[in-house]
């Protein structure tokens, strides 16, 4: 397995660590529960360097990214972000993604640490009618992540992260808008830094070259310590982003499902002249074909992914992905369901190890940061 530029400070910290996509991960460091609470209550600091950064430059990468991904990145505005979707002809899901529009005529496409290869080649094979270059710099760059409601003071008070006048383009840490990106430095080295995350609460990533990433850890933490800052792993960030109704791929998405059927409809650009997916998403899915909802459930037990879901005695849904929301006090879940079950406050029963439990259909997201 690889490992994170960051292994020996997760080492030092006492994490243990899981198998993902290939990568050896921290999945937790004290309690999920308590990384989980400092998240929503103070800031939670990630490696996420497991994550795929490739960057595509030249002439024609904004026409490119129009044609290969379903959404319109040519207009994105230099140092803004856009979340976007890679489909393939029959519209499925290939990948999820989020697009920095990173400098002039160069874009940095983030996917998926599980999609890597697949996203690489599905670009490649796009971009022959193109002046364009890919390359896959996740080899070279660390992604650390400050997530909650003290990310940016902590960021702010952390000694030598500097902004960098020549790419902030006049934004501060305060100023910078949500799906917006600067320049920073970090000993002597560029930090690429976002303010963007998969948690719902505040917070900000942070891109920059393997070498420096040790010390920038260890310094966020340092100045973290006092604002309760702790480190996370994969566990909390799994709760945090359900609780967000965020989609996870290989759970709400893959290439079985279309983006409507996910409530992703809104990120596809259909007027658009052409992108790969266009006819098949133009078509839309089969009139029982199944939609995302969330679930909230009665009792302690909470559904995991692949109970069933039933409506009397007929199987009508599966849940993808489910927990006892540590925020919120109570099971939830999110489920693909018949069309027909998918309003708000319909009552249905999760089968959780042949204990039939009753679930409630509600809206997504489970949980919102307030203002």
């Given at each position: 397995?690889?490992?994170?530029?960051?292994?020996?400070?997760?080492?030092?910290?006492?994490?243990?660590?899981?198998?993902?996509?290939?990568?050896?991960?921290?999945?937790?460091?004290?309690?999920?529960?308590?990384?989980?609470?400092?998240?929503?209550?103070?800031?939670?600091?990630?490696?996420?360097?497991?994550?795929?950064?490739?960057?595509?430059?030249?002439?024609?990468?904004?026409?490119?990214?129009?044609?290969?991904?379903?959404?319109?990145?040519?207009?994105?505005?230099?140092?803004?972000?856009?979340?976007?979707?890679?489909?393939?002809?029959?519209?499925?899901?290939i990948d999820d993604l989020i697009v920095y529009a990173s400098a002039d005529a160069e874009y940095l496409v983030v996917a998926n640490a599980s999609n890597?290869?697949?996203?690489?080649?599905?670009?490649?094979?796009?971009?022959?009618?193109?002046?364009?270059?890919?390359?896959?710099?996740?080899?070279?760059?660390?992604?650390?992540?400050?997530?909650?409601?003290?990310?940016?003071?902590?960021?702010?008070?952390?000694?030598?992260?500097?902004?960098?006048?020549?790419?902030?383009?006049?934004?501060?840490?305060?100023?910078?808008?949500?799906?917006?990106?600067?320049?920073?430095?970090?000993?002597?080295?560029?930090?690429?830094?976002?303010?963007?995350?998969?948690?719902?609460?505040?917070?900000?990533?942070?891109?920059?070259?393997?070498?420096?990433?040790?010390?920038?850890?260890?310094?966020?933490?340092?100045?973290?310590?006092?604002?309760?800052?702790?480190?996370?792993?994969?566990?909390?960030?799994?709760?945090?982003?359900?609780?967000?109704?965020?989609?996870?791929?290989?759970?709400?998405?893959?290439?079985?499902?279309?983006?409507?059927?996910?409530?992703?409809?809104?990120?596809?650009?259909?007027?658009?002249?052409?992108?790969?997916?266009?006819?098949?998403?133009?078509?839309?899915?089969?009139?029982?074909?199944?939609?995302?909802?969330?679930?909230?459930?009665?009792?302690?037990?909470?559904?995991?992914?692949?109970?069933?879901?039933?409506?009397?005695?007929?199987?009508?849904?599966?849940?993808?992905?489910?927990?006892?929301?540590?925020?919120?006090?109570?099971?939830?879940?999110?489920?693909?369901?018949?069309?027909?079950?998918?309003?708000?406050?319909?009552?249905?029963?999760?089968?959780?190890?042949?204990?039939?439990?009753?679930?409630?259909?509600?809206?997504?997201?489970?949980?919102?940061?307030?203002?």
């Amino acid at each position: 397995m690889q490992r994170s530029p960051l292994h020996d400070e997760h080492l030092a910290l006492g994490a243990s660590f899981t198998g993902f996509a290939g990568w050896q991960m921290p999945v937790r460091y004290s309690s999920d529960l308590a990384e989980h609470a400092a998240v929503r209550t103070a800031a939670g600091l990630f490696d996420l360097s497991h994550m795929a950064e490739i960057s595509v430059t030249g002439a024609d990468a904004g026409a490119f990214l129009d044609v290969a991904l379903a959404g319109r990145l040519s207009t994105l505005p230099l140092l803004k972000a856009k979340y976007s979707l890679l489909l393939d002809e029959s519209g499925g899901i290939i990948d999820d993604l989020i697009v920095y529009a990173s400098a002039d005529a160069e874009y940095l496409v983030v996917a998926n640490a599980s999609n890597r290869h697949a996203v690489e080649e599905a670009l490649l094979d796009r971009q022959a009618d193109f002046e364009v270059q890919l390359a896959d710099l996740t080899e070279q760059l660390s992604l650390i992540a400050v997530q909650g409601p003290a990310a940016r003071a902590i960021l702010e008070q952390t000694e030598g992260l500097e902004i960098s006048d020549e790419l902030s383009r006049g934004r501060t840490l305060d100023s910078l808008g949500y799906y917006a990106a600067m320049g920073m430095t970090w000993a002597g080295g560029a930090v690429f830094i976002a303010r963007t995350g998969y948690t719902g609460e505040d917070g900000f990533e942070l891109y920059l070259d393997n070498a420096d990433a040790p010390s920038l850890w260890r310094a966020i933490l340092a100045a973290g310590e006092p604002n309760g800052l702790v480190p996370c792993g994969l566990a909390a960030r799994d709760t945090l982003r359900l609780e967000a109704g965020m989609p996870l791929y290989g759970h709400e998405l893959s290439r079985d499902i279309l983006p409507v059927q996910a409530g992703l409809g809104r990120v596809v650009a259909v007027d658009k002249p052409r992108f790969v997916g266009k006819s098949a998403v133009e078509a839309g899915p089969a009139a029982d074909a199944r939609v995302l909802v969330g679930l909230r459930t009665e009792g302690r037990r909470a559904p995991r992914a692949d109970y069933p879901v039933l409506a009397g005695d007929t199987e009508v849904g599966v849940v993808t992905s489910g927990a006892l929301s540590p925020t919120l006090g109570y099971p939830i879940a999110m489920a693909f369901v018949h069309p027909d079950h998918q309003t708000p406050g319909t009552v249905l029963d999760v089968d959780v190890r042949g204990t039939r439990v009753p679930a409630t259909v509600v809206a997504l997201p489970f949980y919102r940061k307030e203002a």
